[in-house]
């Protein structure tokens, strides 16, 4: 391939990192794909590691030693969350989103791309340098969350199944007690999902009660994983005892009140 | 904000570009964080734009008029594509994922982001230009494929579940046959995902006889919405007459010896 200029390496080294955010690409990486010296590199390094500080993006980061290289983590910075927050906040406290029964319709905001990628980005920055391995969730909504969260880290997401199914071979079931309703519930998860061991963080849309977070954390306990952390999108502000204590909520819905048609939903980080 | 050097307004620009593709952002964005003239900012767009089709990357647009600027559509190679399906499909090859019923694992893979985002962009690839609107998909194991299609066509997901769900407000329900047991199963989608006349793309990871999908083209029936295709990450080549014949897969299960602990997988397109 023809060289590069410093411009054209720089916008294709951002590309590059941004795309496949705390993955370590090695130098020699971008010395072929760039034709060019390992030192040249270096130099383009320094510049996009500035632009980013500069720009608060994150981190650029250099990994000496033999599988050294060099990664990018994308950081969200407070005032950016701020105001991501109260947007969202926002668009839910919209009273269109009422459903009969004091619930909240959400599943545009939990299913929109750019939305979840944003929260994604806000959960690793929340969770960045705890060594995760995987992120964990449980069936259906808090999906798109959990696999940007574990785009963002470079980490496979895990999705805890309601029920058994034949194609996930052998797997690990417990009852857990909904907090809410106080109803049995049953999750699954395929034997080989999770190596013991490993370090994980659970993501889910919603927190009433927290029964399904504890369930999610006691089905951790079986594959002797250990929980670095809960990250909720928005979890209620009633019951105010939740049978888990450990976690972190991005907004609280205050309340719904149906004879107003009123949704209350603030920021809480 | 102190002026950046043009180096590194390509830099963040290819960033900005790359982390919300197809989303068309305007002149004046960039002329604001990058405290730039708009002349300044139209060389450096040409700059980028060379550099993605130097390193086939995809492709950046301008769009003039009032709702006017920039966008970044990306496409990957055939040689790419090629390379990358043949590396799933002898992964998927495995032995170890034998599961005894004649049955794949594959969850790892589905629910590996760097992996469903390089599938997001080879539906994104193969169904550009088609103004879509949503991507459907029903959970559960495909809609991280269906959320990383929609991340790069920048439109909203849509996720038809098993179940009536109380939070999801009015419903359409269907029955459908699945194509291989003959039994019949139920989905439903609530009346506000997708409004009337939209232009949608199914995506699921997995098709053997069709029922499924079949399932989904009627369901979008319900809501007046034109389908301009279906994509499946993998269908099985027996039954060879799907119910359905308008479908694009990217691998094919040609079959699974379990005397012989064989699984083989080969790419489609």
Do not use: C, W
């Not at 919209?94 to 979840?116: C, E, N, Q, W």
């Amino acid at each position: 391939m023809k060289k590069l200029k410093r411009n054209e390496r720089i916008g294709a080294l951002m590309k590059i990192l941004s795309d496949r955010p705390n993955h370590i690409f090695t130098y020699n990486y971008f010395t072929d794909i760039f034709n060019a010296a390992k030192s040249t590199i270096s130099e383009d390094i320094v510049i996009a590691k500035e632009l980013v500080e500069k720009l608060e993006l994150g981190d650029i980061e250099t990994i000496s030693g033999a599988s050294g290289g060099v990664k990018y983590s994308p950081r969200i910075s407070k005032n950016k969350i701020d105001k991501f927050l109260k947007e969202i906040a926002s668009k839910l406290s919209d009273k269109s989103r009422l459903i009969p029964g004091g619930f909240m319709y959400m599943a545009d905001v939990l299913y929109h791309p750019d939305t979840v990628y944003n929260i994604g980005k806000i959960f690793a920055t929340k969770f960045a340098g705890q060594n995760i391995d995987y992120v964990v969730t449980v069936e259906t909504k808090g999906i798109p969350l959990a696999l940007m969260t574990g785009k963002i880290l470079n980490v496979p997401l895990v999705i805890i199944r309601r029920n058994t199914k034949v194609t996930e071979g052998p797997t690990v079931s417990i009852n857990y007690l909904s907090g809410s309703t106080k109803q049995i519930q049953t999750m699954s998860l395929s034997r080989r999902a999770i190596p013991e061991g490993s370090r994980v963080l659970i993501i889910d849309d919603f927190m009433k009660a927290g029964g399904t977070a504890k369930g999610m954390q006691d089905m951790m306990k079986e594959f002797k994983a250990h929980v670095v952390g809960t990250g909720i999108m928005i979890a209620t502000a009633q019951p105010a005892n939740k049978v888990v204590s450990n976690y972190t909520n991005l907004l609280t819905l205050k309340g719904i009140d149906e004879d107003k048609e009123e949704i209350y939903v603030e920021p809480s980080i």
